[in-house]
């Protein structure tokens, strides 16, 4: 692509890397795991998907328990997530009943997988939001909008010149436009310096803002959690392979890329209300992880039970997951804000 079109934006790059029909890195794998190359929070503990399942039940009951509505997940990766949320759920009355599960998956090898664990809730799958049908929609995002494509711009002067991908002497290399002003990074000028590097999502923008409209109109609640900062500054795209950072244009296609997430402008881009981004371990305390997980003690013993301590501790403690994930929720103007969030 780079010799017949020139030098590729980043987005370009990472959008081929991750999802390229034949050769992109979720496309034709499952990631997840030890055996992978990296972990995420439901693959860690089922107390996870747990909390996240009451967190959207009580939310639904809050909002007069909701006759029927799109129970819908982002990137459900393997679907451990979805199905633990399922369970945890079942014994809340008329939960179960009133939803109508969709999920967002973009890989065919891991739409198979989820088929796996969901088919008994009769999933249906959509490669984007804008297919589910409308109505009152409780959504979780875990880890996926990492996943959308990025833009990097430098600034030079009052313009910026964008960051892009090419090729010299055989090796992909960073390479730079020349300078131009961007109407959508105007806001930046106030708060950036001559070098500084800034990072833009459309795609997540576009998403929230969708998300937000649907809420708005019809109710129910988004759970966004993610790692980020409240606003996009430096260079935050990051390659991991077997759990290892590498650099990001070294093995394309067999190396996860990601992003931080700005939720400041996922916040903006939606019409509805929303939390502020809440530290990941004060939000599962909030929802009640160690009563849970001083139940679940009880039935453990040796490897499990040190290993249970152990993921309990990598969800919450500031040092591990617990603060540089955060979690953010939209929700509507009219309704009480979802539990466990700021
Ligand atoms: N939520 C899961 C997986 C996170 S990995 C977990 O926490 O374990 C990111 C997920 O988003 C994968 O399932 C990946 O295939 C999916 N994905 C990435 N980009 C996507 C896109 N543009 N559209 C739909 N799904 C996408």
Same mark, same amino acid.
């Given at each position: 692509?780079?010799?017949? &079109?020139?030098?590729?934006?980043?987005?370009?790059?990472?959008?081929?890397?991750?999802?390229?029909?034949?050769?992109?890195?979720?496309?034709?794998?499952?990631?997840?795991?030890? &055996?992978?190359?990296?972990?995420? !929070?439901?693959?860690?503990? &089922?107390?996870?998907?747990?909390?996240?399942?009451?967190?959207?039940? &009580?939310?639904?009951?809050?909002?007069?328990?909701?006759?029927?509505?799109?129970?819908?997940?982002?990137?459900?990766?393997?679907?451990?997530?979805?199905?633990?949320?399922?369970?945890?759920?079942?014994?809340?009355?008329?939960?179960?009943?009133?939803?109508?599960?969709?999920?967002?998956? !973009?890989?065919?090898?891991l739409q198979a997988l989820q088929a796996k664990t969901l088919s008994a809730f009769n999933p249906t799958w959509h490669t984007q939001l804008d297919t589910v049908p409308q109505g009152p929609l409780f959504l979780v995002a875990n880890e996926f909008f990492d996943a959308l494509p990025i833009r990097q711009f430098i600034r030079d002067g009052q313009q910026w010149r964008e960051r892009c991908v090419t090729v010299t002497e055989g090796d992909l290399t960073y390479a730079l436009t020349e300078a131009a002003p961007h109407a959508t990074l105007a806001d930046r000028l106030a708060d950036t310096k001559q070098g500084d590097l800034v990072e833009t999502c459309a795609p997540a923008q576009a998403i929230a803002q969708e998300i937000g409209g649907r809420i708005t109109q019809h109710g129910g609640v988004a759970l966004i959690v993610d790692y980020g900062n409240r606003r996009s500054l430096g260079d935050t795209l990051q390659s991991l392979r077997s759990h290892h950072r590498v650099p990001p244009l070294l093995h394309p296609g067999l190396a996860d890329l990601t992003a931080h997430v700005d939720f400041e402008a996922l916040a903006k881009a939606s019409p509805s209300a929303h939390t502020r981004p809440t530290d990941q371990g004060v939000f599962l305390e909030r929802l009640g992880i160690t009563p849970r997980a001083n139940q679940l003690v009880k039935s453990l013993q040796g490897s499990a039970l040190t290993s249970h301590i152990a993921a309990h501790r990598r969800l919450t403690h500031p040092s591990e997951m617990g603060t540089l994930f955060k979690a953010m929720g939209l929700f509507p103007a009219s309704a009480p804000p979802p539990p466990g969030l700021d």
């Open positions: 692509m780079i010799e017949a &079109q020139g030098p590729l934006s980043i987005a370009t790059f990472f959008t081929e890397c991750l999802l390229h029909p034949k050769y992109g890195y979720y496309t034709t794998r499952d990631p997840f795991g030890a &055996q992978g190359d990296f972990t995420t !929070a439901p693959e860690i503990s &089922q107390m996870y998907g747990e909390m996240l399942g009451l967190f959207l039940a &009580q939310t639904w009951h809050d909002q007069g328990n909701v006759a029927a509505f799109n129970l819908v997940e982002l990137g459900p990766g393997r679907g451990t997530l979805m199905a633990d949320i399922l369970r945890a759920t079942r014994t809340i009355a008329g939960f179960h009943s009133a939803l109508q599960l969709h999920l967002i998956e !973009a890989s065919p090898t």
